[in-house]
C-alpha cells in the first residue's frame, strides 16, 4: 500500500467485520461479450478488498451498476460478473435476485463468514442515480457495515456510493484509499519536474484540471482534439476539425494564464489530418496546425509526439489523461502510440488518468509498465481539480464521523 498522498478517511483494514454482513460498492462495471465477461480488469481491482473481508470472517454482499440500462435490462444482468469473480476468488458468488427488497434480504441473511452474493445491476433501480432514500434504505437493510471500493463511481451521488453511507458505519475500500493517495500525491510534493500531458475532445471537460495545474506543474502537453479550440483561440484554421466552440474561450483563457505563470503550455506543432474519421482515411501529416477545408486533424504529428515524449522521458512525475488522436483507427494512433510508450519507460513516477488514456495503454500492451493507472477517469479528473468526490467524502472520517 502506497503512503504516497494524503488520505484522511477511515479504512476498511481498520473495520471490525467478523461474523457482520459488509455491504461493498464495488466497481464491476465491465464490458460483456457473448454473455460473458469481455474484460475483467476491474473485477481484478476490486479482490484485495473483498479476499480482506472473507479473511476477517465477514458476510459479503457486493452491488455495483453495469452499463447505462433502461430498467431491468436482461442484457446487462449481474450474472456473467458473478460467475467471473466466482472464478477468480475460487468461491462461489451467489447472483441475488435484485437490488433490494425482502427476497434479496433474506438472501443477505442467509450468507455464512465469506460467503459473497452479488446484488444485480443497481441502475436497474430508477431511484440509485437520483440517490433516492428508498433504494439507500432498502441497501442499509441488507448490511451491518458499508464499505466502498468504487472510485469509478465515487464523483456520482447515488445511492449505492452516497445515500447508504450515511446509513451505515462507512469505510473506504483498499482500492479506492490507493487511488486517492496516488493521484493526490501528484498534487503535493512530486518529484520534478511535473509534466501533464491531457488529450481528448472537450477543453470544458478538463478546464478545471489545466487551471489547477497551471499553478503547480512544470509543463502541460496538450493533445487531442482539445488542441482544436486553443488553436482556434489563436487564430488557426481548423478545417473540418472537431472543434469544440464553447471551448475556444477557455482555451483562450488558459493561454492566457499560462503567459502568466511558471508553467509551459505546450501546443502540437505538426498534426495528422485525414478527410474523414475513418481507419481507411488516407493519413496526410502537415508542418503546422493550420488545417485546410476538408480535411480533419486525427492525431499530433511525428514532431509534436516526439517533443513530448522527451518531455516525459526527462520527467519526475508524468500525469496522463486522455489520448493524443484518434487511436481506435491505426491511421492515427501513432501519437497517442509514441506518448503511452514514453509514458512506460520514463523512470518517472507516471500516473495515468484511466478512461480513454487506460484503454490505449491496454491496447499497446503496456498497462502494466506505470506507477499507477486509475480505474476512474471522470473521478481522477475531479479530484485532481480540487471538487469533493460525494463517495468519499460521506465515509467515516479517519477516527471521527460519518462525512457530510
Same mark, same amino acid.
Given at each position: ?7 484522511? %478517511? ?11 454482513? *459488509? ?19 476491474? +473485477? ?14 465477514? %458476510?459479503?454482499?457486493?452491488? #455495483? =451498476?453495469?452499463?447505462?440500462?433502461? &430498467?431491468?435490462?436482461?442484457?446487462? $444482468? ?50 440509485? %442515480? ?7 434504505? &432498502? ?7 458499508? *464499505?466502498?471500493?468504487?472510485? /469509478?463511481?465515487?464523483?456520482?451521488? =447515488?445511492?449505492?456510493? @452516497? ?32 509534466? *501533464? ?9 478538463? *478546464?478545471?484540471? +489545466? ?27 481548423? &478545417?473540418? $476539425? ?5 471551448? +475556444? ?10 503567459? @502568466?505563470?511558471?508553467? @509551459? ?38 514532431? $509534436? ?35 503511452? @510508450?514514453?509514458?512506460? $519507460? ?18 499497446? /500492451? ?20 480540487? %471538487? ?15 462525512? #457530510?
Amino acid at each position: 500500500m502506497s503512503e504516497r498522498g494524503q488520505f484522511r %478517511k477511515a479504512s476498511v483494514r481498520d473495520a471490525d467485520v467478523a461474523d457482520r454482513t *459488509v455491504l461493498v460498492r464495488a466497481d464491476l462495471n465491465v464490458p460483456l461479450s457473448g454473455g460473458a465477461v469481455g474484460d475483467d480488469t476491474r +473485477i481484478r481491482a476490486a479482490l484485495p478488498t473483498i479476499e480482506l473481508l472473507r479473511e476477517r470472517g465477514a %458476510k459479503i454482499v457486493l452491488c #455495483s =451498476h453495469l452499463g447505462r440500462p433502461k &430498467g431491468r435490462d436482461p442484457e446487462l $444482468s449481474m450474472a456473467p460478473v458473478a460467475a467471473r469473480l466466482g472464478e477468480l476468488l475460487g468461491t462461489e458468488v451467489t447472483p441475488a435476485p435484485g437490488v433490494v427488497g425482502a427476497e434479496v434480504e433474506a438472501a443477505a441473511a442467509a450468507l455464512e463468514p465469506g460467503q459473497v452474493l452479488l446484488l444485480e445491476n443497481t441502475r436497474w433501480e430508477p431511484g440509485e %442515480k437520483a440517490d433516492a432514500d428508498e433504494i439507500a434504505a &432498502g441497501l442499509a437493510a441488507l448490511a451491518d457495515v458499508y *464499505v466502498n471500493d468504487a472510485f /469509478g463511481a465515487a464523483h456520482r451521488a =447515488h445511492a449505492s456510493t @452516497e445515500g447508504v453511507a450515511h446509513r451505515l458505519p462507512a469505510y473506504a475500500g483498499l482500492l479506492l484509499e490507493r487511488e486517492v493517495r496516488e493521484l493526490t500525491a501528484v498534487l503535493g510534493d512530486p518529484e520534478r519536474p511535473l509534466v *501533464v500531458v491531457l488529450g481528448g475532445a472537450k477543453v470544458t471537460d478538463k *478546464v478545471g484540471v +489545466i487551471e489547477r495545474f497551471l499553478e503547480i506543474a512544470d509543463r502541460i502537453l496538450i493533445g487531442g482534439a482539445m488542441c482544436f479550440s486553443f488553436f482556434r483561440a489563436q487564430g488557426h484554421q481548423t &478545417g473540418d $476539425s472537431l472543434v469544440e466552440e464553447e471551448g +475556444i474561450e477557455l482555451a483562450g483563457r488558459a493561454i492566457a494564464l499560462a503567459a @502568466e505563470s511558471d508553467c @509551459e503550455l505546450d501546443l502540437p506543432t505538426d498534426l495528422v489530418l485525414g478527410a474523414r474519421f475513418s481507419a481507411d482515411a488516407e493519413p496526410v501529416a502537415i508542418d503546422g496546425v493550420d488545417v485546410p477545408p476538408g480535411m480533419m486533424g486525427l492525431d499530433i504529428g511525428p514532431a $509534436s509526439a516526439r517533443a513530448y515524449a522527451e518531455a516525459i522521458e526527462a520527467a519526475g512525475t508524468v500525469f496522463w489523461n486522455g489520448p493524443m488522436g484518434a487511436f481506435e483507427l491505426a491511421p492515427f494512433a501513432a501519437g497517442t502510440r509514441t506518448v503511452a @510508450e514514453a509514458v512506460a $519507460s520514463t523512470a518517472a513516477t507516471t500516473i495515468v488518468g484511466g478512461g480513454d488514456s487506460g484503454a490505449a495503454l491496454t491496447e499497446f /500492451g503496456l498497462a502494466d509498465r506505470v506507477s499507477w493507472l486509475s480505474t476512474g477517469g471522470g473521478a481522477s479528473l475531479e479530484l485532481i481539480e480540487g %471538487k469533493p468526490l460525494p463517495g468519499v467524502e460521506a465515509l467515516l472520517d479517519a477516527g471521527g464521523e460519518n462525512g #457530510s
